[in-house]
């Protein structure tokens, strides 16, 4: 077990390997004998070292699986490592799957090593990564700034550069709210994509799980494998004719906007559609449907956590102030607010906003939808946990009110570094976008992110790519 206390406010500094490789390249080199998958698992623990105690991304490391793993890779012939597609990887887990779950166990079959369980919140129920438990989970951008949540140790453990490959879960924006707040690349796939097998029935069917990692080529190396489906790995060009919608209007409204999209995450939008215009891809401006029902979201959101809650037989009394609150109001308000509870107001609200987004999108000849990842830097890196619900519900809206929509829909989406701004203290943060698309456009998403990112990753600054 690693030390988890929460640690005092300290100045600012980031927390930043050198890059690492990435998983495509480090599970080359050890199928080609260059490296042995042991030696590679040592270095990422030396890594997790020197970094872990400042982050909080891990709460527990796996050395004695992690060491078998790569010794079983070792052991085998070269040509035998020469089918795994991913020999030697040091990978991260969040601490909501276990290895045997079938989200992990392809990955481990694959040829993957694993280093360790990664912070979630209570419940996976905020954007914000932080509980008594485990302390603060720090962005490695800007350590004063949160992970983000809710697979925030996931997020912080590949940007952070202790390992190059994670996997998280995503129930209303759980893997892209952190890898858009830490700059790295995700991607939650549509239903049954993955072998999904989460708490609450995967959170009343809005949840999935996939990948997170540094770049567009590993993570759809490791959704090839947790759906079991090879091609995904070969990112192709952009099917043609594909047409793309901005829309960068807030998507929380109630009259007027009740969620602020600030000028950078704007300005990455608007970047990533120059860079798929230059190559000759349309994007038109389109506004983005919002729901008819001002506090579906809520709903979901909030007996979602509910149905997990009573599936891990969690009592009101073992819950943080601010998710006792939450898992209340799915119990009670909100209590037919889950998916799978037939005609209910809540699942006709779904039903009304996929139809009104499936018509703006034909209305505008568009076959997927490019928003920005974020509408702010993620909040502070602070104890949230200890805060009121009213508190973490605001700091989590405010920055991430762009992701929910592909949950509550059952749609895939991608998020992508694209841009940068600064933070308070003056360190460079990537900005991202987000990509979302209809059942089934899992690798559409994936080549129109490899366009954004072939196009951005020659212009990131050395301290984007590794202060130290």
């Known amino acids: 077990m690693i030390a988890t206390g929460a640690h005092p406010r ?90 045997d779950n079938p989200v992990v166990a392809p990955l481990l079959a694959a040829g993957a090593v694993p280093v360790g369980v990664t912070a979630a919140p209570q419940l996976c129920t905020w954007g914000m990564t932080d509980s008594d438990a485990h302390g603060i989970t720090r962005n490695p951008r800007d350590t004063a700034l949160s992970a983000g949540g809710s697979s925030g140790g996931s997020a912080a453990a590949v940007a952070s550069g202790m390992v190059p490959l994670a996997v998280g879960d995503d129930g209303m924006g759980s893997l892209r709210i952190p890898a858009a707040a830490c700059g790295i690349v995700t991607i939650k796939p549509g239903p049954g994509v993955v072998p999904t097998r989460l708490s609450g029935d995967n959170w009343g069917g809005l949840a999935e ?51 602020r999209v600030h000028a950078p995450w704007v300005r990455a939008a608007r970047e990533a559609v120059s860079l798929l215009r230059a190559e000759d891809l349309v994007v038109v401006d389109t506004s983005l449907p919002s729901p008819r029902d001002p506090v579906l979201y809520l709903a979901r959101w909030t007996s979602a956590v509910a149905r997990a809650a009573e599936e891990e037989n969690l009592p009101l009394s073992a819950m943080e102030r601010r998710t006792r609150h939450h898992a209340l109001l799915g119990r009670t308000v ?17 039903r009304a906003l996929r139809a009104d987004v499936e018509r703006a999108m034909d209305s505008a000849g568009v076959d997927v939808w490019l928003t920005p990842a974020l509408a702010d830097v993620p909040p502070e890196a602070t104890d949230w946990h200890r805060r009121s619900w ?22 895939p989406a991608v998020s992508v570094p694209c841009g940068s701004t600064t933070t308070q203290a003056g360190r460079p943060l990537p900005t991202s976008v987000q990509l979302v698309g209809r059942p089934g456009s899992e690798a559409t998403l994936l080549a129109l992110a490899a366009v954004i990112e072939r196009a951005t990753v020659s212009e990131r600054t050395p301290g984007e790519a590794g202060a130290s």
């Open 334 to 350: 909100f209590r037919r607010g889950g998916a799978g509870d037939g005609d209910t107001r809540w699942n006709r609200g779904v």
């Open 10 to 99: 300290r100045r600012t500094i980031g927390a930043v390997t050198t890059d690492p490789s990435s998983a495509t390249a480090t599970a080359e080199a050890v199928r080609t004998g260059v490296t042995g998958a042991l030696e590679t698992l040592d270095a990422a623990f030396d890594r997790v070292d020197d970094l872990n105690p400042s982050l909080r991304a891990f709460t527990t490391l796996l050395r004695a699986d992690g060491r078998a793993a790569g010794a079983a890779v070792d052991a085998r012939t070269r040509e035998a490592r020469a089918r795994l597609p991913l020999a030697g990887v040091p990978l991260a887990i969040k601490s909501t799957v276990t290895l």
């Open 390 to 411: 009213g508190r973490s519900l605001w700091a989590s809206m405010r920055f991430s009110p762009f992701t929910p929509l592909a949950n509550v829909l059952g749609w």
């Open 209 to 259: 799980s996939g990948p997170l990692a540094r770049t567009v080529g590993d993570v759809a190396l490791a959704l090839s494998v947790m759906a079991g489906r090879p091609e995904l790995a070969s990112i192709g060009p952009v099917p043609g004719g594909t047409r793309v919608g901005l829309s960068v209007a807030s998507p929380i409204r109630l009259g007027r906007d009740l969620v």
